[in-house]
């Protein structure tokens, strides 16, 4: 055998060794950043599942009496749960209104006209009612803080506009 069979024959065996481990690093690299990715997950769904949990208790409707006139109103198109563009001013003079009283609770009123299926307006009044909520909790509300009516509907001559709206009161916090 020459020497230059011997030297084609090292490169060739240092070239596999290098490269097994070139790939064995990879691998572990790789295992480190998926286990780093995975650990937090845990957590992370732990406190979702927990704010679900704390959205679902806040879901209890109440039946509160309330002679206050609406701090705001916020309005919704037919059908839909969808916050309008329009809702913007209502909010945020509610966020205003609560940073200026904290002591006080905001309290939603979903409503809904008494034509179709009234078990579904109701949800969509209470689904609409929820939609608020969301936006006040984005806005930096607690969720302590914040109330559901149970839907009503509206009775009257009113518009239909009237019909499928969310009324923001302030009331004492109990």
Known sequence: MSDDDRDDSRKVGLWVVFSSVAVLLLGVLGF???RTMKGPAAPVAQTAAAAA????AADVLVD????????????FESG????????????????KALAADPGKRVLL????????????????????????????????IPLNQVL???????TGTGTEREARR??????DAQ
Do not use: F
């Not at 559901?148 to 509206?154: D, I, M, V």
């Open 32 to 34: 480190a950043v998926v």
């Open 53 to 56: 949990s704390a959205t679902e």
């Open 64 to 75: 509160y009496t309330t002679t206050t006139a609406a701090l705001a109103t916020v309005y």
């Open 109 to 140: 009123s979903g409503y809904h006209d008494s034509t179709g299926d009234p078990a579904m307006n109701a949800e969509l009044a209470k689904q609409r009612a929820k939609a608020v909520r969301a936006a006040l909790l984005v806005a930096g």
């Open 166 to 171: 969310v009324e923001i009161r302030l009331v």
């Open 148 to 154: 559901l009516r149970k839907p009503e509907s509206t």
């Open 80 to 95: 839909s749960a969808a916050l309008l563009p329009d809702a913007d001013p209502a909010l945020a003079d509610t966020v």
